[in-house]
């Protein structure tokens, strides 16, 4: 079944505490990204990366890293988690330029 | 700033009868448009595109309007169905710039039965 995996679903950290959300996809996709959800503010996207090795800044980039070392892989990385933080957080990934995406199940992200 | 707008954040609609949503957006670079479908608990799966050389696109119960004069679109949804209940995510981007999409805020659907 094709499907973008996010994991945890659910995480409660403390400000600080260096954190790795995974996402993994298994449809041979190219390009991947990560939003956050916001009320009110919808959907931001945070990186992007257009392939291995090649990853860019979305809207909303500040206090977050990403890699991509393998094609299926995009771990999003917060290196000093901050309470602003706090949000809901989905992986996509599509084939190419102006295809639809793919996105993940979400990760809840609470930083006290 | 946001580029693309969603000015309703919520729609109630009769079973049967007509869902209206709509989009506008700010950039005429866009000439890429998409809604996403989103339930709770899930993540947003794709429902319907456009691209800016067409201005009108159906996929059985759902049409999507592009008026590029207007910088505005609209998803209608016919007839509604109490399954369609769901939060609508419109998006819009620049074909060329390697799928760095911008989303609106959404709208929340009721289909009351």
């Known amino acids: 079944e094709a499907q973008v995996t996010q994991n945890p679903r659910y995480l409660i950290t403390v400000t600080g505490k260096k954190l790795t959300v995974t996402c993994s996809q298994n449809?041979?996709?190219?390009?991947m990204s990560w939003y956050r959800q916001d009320p009110g503010l919808g959907l931001r996207q945070i990186y992007y990366?257009?392939?291995?090795?090649?990853?860019d800044k979305g809207d909303v980039p500040e206090g977050y890293k990403v890699s991509r070392k393998e094609k299926r892989n995009f771990p999003l990385i917060l290196e000093s988690p901050s309470p602003n933080q706090t949000s809901l957080y989905f992986c996509?990934?599509?084939?190419?330029?102006?295809?639809?995406?793919?996105f993940g199940q979400g990760t809840r992200l609470t930083v006290v | 700033d946001q580029q693309v707008k969603q000015n309703s954040p919520s729609l109630s609609v009769q079973e049967g009868r007509i869902s209206i949503l709509n989009c506008d957006y700010t950039?005429?670079?866009?000439?890429?448009f998409l809604w996403y479908k989103k339930y709770p608990a899930e993540g947003p799966t794709f429902l319907i595109s456009?691209?800016?050389?067409?201005d009108k696109n159906e996929d059985g119960r759902f049409t999507v309007f592009l008026n590029k004069s207007a910088k505005h679109l609209s998803l209608h949804i016919v007839p509604s169905q109490p399954g369609d209940s769901a939060v609508y995510f419109c998006?819009?981007?620049?074909?060329?710039?390697?799928?760095?999409?911008?989303f609106g805020t959404g709208t929340s659907l009721t289909v009351i039965p």
């Open positions: 996509a990934s599509t084939t190419g330029r102006g295809t639809e995406a793919f």
């Open positions: 449809m041979n996709h190219e390009y």
């Open positions: 990366s257009m392939n291995v090795e090649v990853t």
């Open positions: 950039n005429s670079m866009f000439d890429y």
């Open positions: 456009i691209s800016s050389i067409k």
């Open positions: 998006a819009a981007g620049p074909l060329n710039t390697g799928n760095q999409f911008y």
